[in-house]
């Protein structure tokens, strides 16, 4: 987590002089006494906000919480896309989680910092409250995304309210206390899988848990890697994706770097000696032999980066693409 924190005054400033080592974050307090306080000076604070907003996970203000809330107002957007936001004042007394408690981090942030300055996290989400299951909690603490914001603001709504959540899970997780592995009108299924879930109503998290593995000619455009990407990831997530793999003679593809990138995707690549070493029952070529020395490399690559074939080798206009599926537990 990228951490920002902003003081106002001296004795603001050392306290957030300790929260931002012990955070791995940075200081910025007012230009006049930022020498002395070996932090970042900051001209204003609009300016500061816009600018923290734009490049930290969480922002921490050490100062009264309403300096915050106004200054992070015109920013405020959705709570699965705003940063954590936390406010402690300046003697440590009381740390108030403002913004993305749950998917933001602002939560467990705020009792960090509590921690640190022997303070109180004042946690005011009805979940963390009860003492119920957290749905968006679970999901970010094990890299998961939600599929869907408004199943999910349901089964939270559902278990406070007393009602069965059911709960089934594709990679054999236990069933979270508070949910049931019985019948239930609206459930959490942790499948990367599409299509209709267990339940009637069913709320998918899906796990970073694919390897797409490529070959492609050279010179091969983004279209086609995207054409034959989408066939070989039919009925699958596409949020699934952890990332795409493929032989070292194409790490300067463009056509493949485009599509990476306008994905967020990372880019694997192995030499053709290290794909041969991978072991497993894969689709051989003698022309890619030929070109590469290896006689696959989607599916090889694939599997060398961890897990193993699900969707084996397709050709597609000049693209081979294939499918692993990795180990999330």
């Known amino acids: 987590m990228t951490t920002a924190v902003i003081a106002f005054t001296r004795r603001g400033a050392a306290l957030g002089r300790s929260l931002a080592d012990a955070l791995g974050g940075t200081l910025h307090v007012p230009a006049r006494f930022a020498p002395e306080a070996v932090a970042e000076a900051y001209s204003s604070l609009e300016g500061w906000t816009a600018w ?18 106004r200054a992070i107002a015109p920013h405020v957007r959705d709570k699965f896309s705003d940063p954590a936001v936390v406010s402690v004042d300046e003697a440590g007394r009381f740390v108030v989680p403002l913004l993305s408690g ?74 979270p206390e508070g949910l049931t592995t019985g019948p239930a009108e609206l459930g959490v299924w942790i499948t990367d899988r599409t299509g209709e879930g267990p339940f009637p109503r069913t709320l998918r998290l899906v796990p970073r848990s694919l390897i797409l593995g490529i070959g492609c000619r050279r010179g091969t455009p983004e279209a086609a890697i995207e054409a034959a990407a989408a066939a070989a990831l039919a009925g699958l997530a596409p949020e699934a994706v952890a990332g795409v793999a493929t032989i070292d003679l194409k790490k300067d593809e463009p056509g493949l770097l485009a599509f990476c990138a306008r994905r967020g995707l990372p880019l694997t690549t192995y030499s053709a000696e290290a794909l041969a070493a991978v072991e497993g029952d894969f689709t051989p070529s003698a022309f890619v032999r030929g070109i590469t020395g290896v006689d696959n490399v989607c599916e090889r690559a694939a599997a060398a980066a961890g897990g193993r074939i699900i969707v084996p080798k397709q050709a597609n206009n000049g693209v081979t693409a294939a499918v692993a599926r990795k180990d999330m537990l």
């Open 52 to 69: 923290a907003w734009a490049r930290a996970d969480a922002l921490v203000f050490v100062g009264a919480a309403g300096i915050a809330v």
């Open 102 to 175: 749950h998917v933001g981090g602002a939560n467990e942030l705020a009792r960090r910092v509590a921690a640190l300055t022997g303070g109180q996290a004042a946690v005011s989400t009805a979940t963390d409250v009860n003492g119920l299951f957290a749905v968006d909690v679970w999901a970010r603490e094990r890299g998961m995304a939600i599929t869907d914001r408004v199943l999910a603001k349901e089964v939270s709504a559902a278990l406070l309210e007393g009602r069965p959540v059911g709960f089934a899970s594709d990679f054999g997780h236990p069933c």
